[in-house]
């Protein structure tokens, strides 16, 4: 057994862990921090298999920024845990199921790879002078521009969603109308201001005051 097999087998022992514990920790922080663990891992894998690009893009993107993000917004969110775990276990049949099928089709696919993989062409191998950085971006700007363009929408269209729900209405709202800001007047709704009349202190009091400030000196 060689040592990259060795590493790639610590390596996915890890991913399980980090993919079980995102979904089954009761805690939304711990879930998002597990969810870290798990894209910073399969980073690593890529380096294994020596996509250096896709293991940097996939920490400086999706750790760094994505799921710092994610991290804010679930921080935000004034999130009833108990409610959102309700549905948990009636929906745990369905994506066991959903599960099972991504096993077998994997476990197809690593058994004959050269048949199940035949539509992706035939595999070669890689020169030593290969540049795998230019190549990736020169077909993510030619052959799959539409598919990337996409993806770049839905990222935005998941950070307006996130702002949405930051700011809907609930019992317990934490954020703060900009206009009714505005709108803020010195009136009894808002502001009560109350008039005390001027007490002149008397002469035992000034006398007694002068004491202390004496006697603190």
């Avoid at 804010?72 to 948990?88: C, H, K, Q, S, T």
């Avoid at 099928?101 to 539509?119: E, H, K, S």
């Avoid at 990736?136 to 770049?152: C, D």
């Avoid at 900009?178 to 001027?198: F, I, N």
Wanted: hydrophobic fraction near 55%; charge should be neutral; aromatic fraction near 10%.
């Amino acid at each position: 057994m060689t040592f990259s097999l060795i590493m790639f087998y610590i390596f996915a022992a890890i991913i399980l862990y980090g993919a079980v514990r995102t979904v089954t920790a009761k805690n939304p922080v711990h879930a998002t921090l597990h969810l870290v663990l798990t894209f910073c891992v399969s980073a690593m894998m890529w380096l294994l298999m020596q996509a250096e690009f896709l293991g940097i893009t996939l920490v400086v993107v999706y750790v760094g920024a994505v799921m710092v993000l994610f991290l804010f917004v679930v921080m935000m969110l004034n999130i009833d845990i108990e409610e959102m775990r309700a549905g948990f276990w009636r929906h745990a049949p369905v994506a066991g199921i959903v599960g099972a099928l991504f096993a077998v089709a994997l476990i197809l696919i690593l058994i004959n790879p050269q048949t199940n993989l035949a539509a992706f062409g035939e595999m070669k191998d890689i020169p030593a002078d290969y540049n795998n950085i230019r190549d990736l971006g020169s077909r993510i700007y030619t052959t799959y521009l539409l598919p990337f363009e996409l993806a770049a929408v839905l990222l935005v269209l998941g950070m307006v969603a996130a702002i949405v729900l930051v700011h809907r209405k609930s019992t317990n709202p934490k954020y703060i109308n900009p206009g009714d800001q505005v709108k803020v007047t010195a009136d009894e709704s808002r502001m009560r201001l109350v008039k005390m009349a001027a007490v002149k202190p008397s002469e035992n009091q000034e006398e007694a005051e002068t004491g202390k400030q004496e006697g603190g000196a």
